[in-house]
């Protein structure tokens, strides 16, 4: 391996270590990064279900075209929103407009 590609993984590693290190979560992103996924959603929630639930749910995604994900974060959104919320109304259309979207375009 060469000297500069050594010195390009060494900083590399010292930079990774030091954000998994780093104490303060909130921090701004270094200039350098850039984050590729474009929305605002950030915060992570981790749910278990028996294989069975998870099968189900799995299927129910499966027949709108959606990732299981999108769907368990529509329908917690949609129980926790107040009926009358615009923004629940929006965030639903803009589910089910994906999910016909995604069955126009695999046809």
């Not at 954000?19 to 984050?35: F, Y």
């Not at 992570?44 to 749910?57: G, I, K």
């Amino acid at each position: 391996m060469s000297k500069d590609i050594e010195d390009l993984l060494a900083i590399e590693a010292r930079e990774v270590e030091a954000a998994e290190t780093s104490s303060d979560p909130d921090a701004p992103l270094p200039a350098n990064v850039t984050v590729t996924r474009g929305h605002p959603r950030t915060r992570n929630l981790q749910v278990r279900f028996r294989d069975d639930e998870f099968e189900e749910l799995t299927a129910y995604a499966d027949a709108r075209g959606l990732p299981v994900s999108t769907v368990v974060r529509a329908l917690v959104l949609q129980a926790i929103a107040p009926a009358d919320d615009l923004k629940s109304a929006l965030d639903k259309l803009e589910t089910d407009l994906a999910a016909v979207r995604r069955k126009a375009l695999s046809a």
